[in-house]
């Protein structure tokens, strides 16, 4: 198999060109022959065009690419080494949201052929892949797992707006169904990573890792917003806190925050999710899950506190939200938090404007329920900074006394304008 994608004698195919998907194609696709598959056909005419749809790399990032894109089965079927790489979201009820990866999983099942290699790369609970997905595959192929096909794992480590940690300089997990199938689908990545790959010794303890990395940050933020929430009520600064203890060799640099996105604010679930099937019940786990999705709601109360303190009119107040991606400098709006405290404000009828220079309008009215204005007002009684975008990082004071009315308030929920503000009330997690 390694050979002959080498040697261009067989095709790798990536299925699902988001975040993840896409810039795995186009880095295998300088070394050896890509399909690129989406069943979204706006998504993959923008892709001929040399244009990523989300936004993350430059029309260069296509140049010398041997790719094909396309959302045609047929032209899926030439392909000889799979790569999945579709979303794994949760639902309302934060509960799994197997049904991208099951039906990647049914066109494997009409495209794959005697021989074939499928590596999953979509974030899931341990022991999905082969109890989940590889049922589908035999069940439409009426092939075998292992003995006519090949199945693996690889998590991926795709970091929206991360120009730094990309898919090459990143050490890649990689796991297999058999020793065979490990080594090549290690070399295959090899071809591309430069950090080099790391052999999990089976596939579910790839999948285990993939989902405690997650974890593991969503519970350090918690706690940091947990300590937030107290500190608050000692008077006292957060981040001032966190840059004494931080002095310390072996303190860990987290910071509270808005915990959104499609990983850190989902992955967590899908971990608590296959615990309680096995009969165990997670406290840690879910307890930082609550704390951190709970954060919108209390932005919120403390915005509103201020307002009844100070002009008492909730309904005639109005508020600026700045930020309405899950994170900086992207253009992702997934999951994001900044709807919880859009929605908390709008419960007590207060007037909210939202703006972002980087986030979609239409997206975000179609996701959430509400746009981004075309111009901000001069009159509001708070402004909430929610992402410390790079185009905010040089406003100052006078600029928001501008925006502002005298009694204003500016929550700044990154501490990005620490002892910056003095003509307004200042508040910070």
Not at 316 to 328: C, D, P, Q, W, Y
Request: charged share 25%.
């Amino acid at each position: 198999m390694y050979q002959n994608l080498i040697d261009k004698k067989a095709k790798l195919a990536v299925i699902g060109l988001g975040y993840v998907g896409l810039p795995i194609a186009l880095e295998f696709a300088r070394k050896i022959s890509v399909i690129g598959f989406d069943i979204n056909a706006r998504r993959i005419d923008m892709m001929r065009q040399g244009i990523d749809p989300s936004k993350e790399l430059g029309k260069g990032s296509f140049d010398g690419c041997d790719i094909t894109f396309t959302d045609s089965i047929d032209v899926l079927r030439e392909a000889k080494f799979f790569i999945v790489a579709v979303p794994t979201p949760v639902d309302d009820h934060n509960v799994p949201d197997l049904i991208p990866v099951q039906r990647a999983s049914e066109t494997m099942g009409k495209v794959i052929k005697k021989g074939d290699y499928v590596v999953y790369e979509s974030t899931v609970y341990p022991g999905c892949t082969e109890e989940d997905c590889l049922p589908i595959i035999e069940k439409l192929s009426g092939l075998k797992g292992v003995t006519d096909f090949k199945i693996g794992y690889s998590p991926e480590r795709i970091n929206p707006g991360d120009k730094q940690h990309t898919l090459s300089k990143i050490v890649k997990v990689v796991s297999g169904c058999d020793a065979g199938s490990l080594e090549v689908i290690a070399k295959v990545y090899e071809l591309v990573v430069e950090a080099g790959v790391h052999r999990a010794s089976s596939i579910k303890v790839a999948e285990a890792a993939k989902i405690i990395e997650n974890t593991q940050r969503d519970l350090n933020i918690a706690l940091m917003n947990e300590l937030s929430i107290i500190f608050d009520k000692m008077d006292i600064n957060t981040y001032e806190v966190l840059e004494a203890a931080g002095t310390k060799w072996n303190f860990l640099k987290f910071q509270p925050g808005l915990v959104g996105g499609h990983c850190i604010g989902v992955d967590p679930y899908y971990l608590t999710y296959k615990a309680k099937e096995l009969g165990y019940h997670s406290e840690v786990i879910l307890a930082g899950r609550n704390i951190n999705d709970s954060m919108g709601k209390y932005v919120a109360k403390k915005v509103i506190q201020h307002i009844i303190r100070n002009s008492g009119d909730v309904k005639s107040s109005r508020v600026l939200v700045k930020g309405a991606t899950f994170k900086e400098n992207v253009s992702d709006i997934r999951n994001s938090k900044v709807s919880d405290v859009v929605s908390a404000l709008k419960e007590y009828y207060v007037n909210v404007d939202v703006e972002d220079p980087h986030a979609d309008s239409e997206e975000l009215e179609h996701e959430y329920g509400f746009g981004l204005v075309k111009k901000t007002a001069n009159d509001y009684d708070a402004v909430i900074i929610t992402v410390p975008h790079k185009e905010y990082t040089g406003l100052d004071d006078s600029y928001y006394s501008t925006i502002t009315k005298p009694h204003g308030m500016i929550a700044d929920l990154k501490g990005i304008y620490r002892n910056k503000i003095k003509s307004r009330k200042y508040w910070s997690l």
